[in-house]
């Protein structure tokens, strides 16, 4: 695996799936997902900003928060 693609990586779980606030969650999905980016997750797929960000969103409600 690339460096770049280990640090988009790293990004994703860190800023994205680690971040309980919808809002800031979205801000960080705008700045380093691309409009038309897709999530595929446990039998889930979306598309676009706001889908991900929702899709996140129901995930982590059925995951404890990382202290």
Request: cysteine-free; hydrophobic content about 40%.
């Amino acid at each position: 695996m690339s460096e770049q693609a280990a640090l988009m990586m790293d990004n994703n779980l860190r800023q994205v799936w680690n971040e309980r606030d919808s809002d800031a969650r979205l801000k960080v999905i705008e700045k380093i997902y691309d409009i038309a980016a897709n999530l595929y997750h446990v039998g889930d797929h979306v598309t676009g900003f706001e889908s991900i960000n929702n899709s996140v969103t129901s995930t982590l409600k059925h995951l404890p928060a990382v202290v």
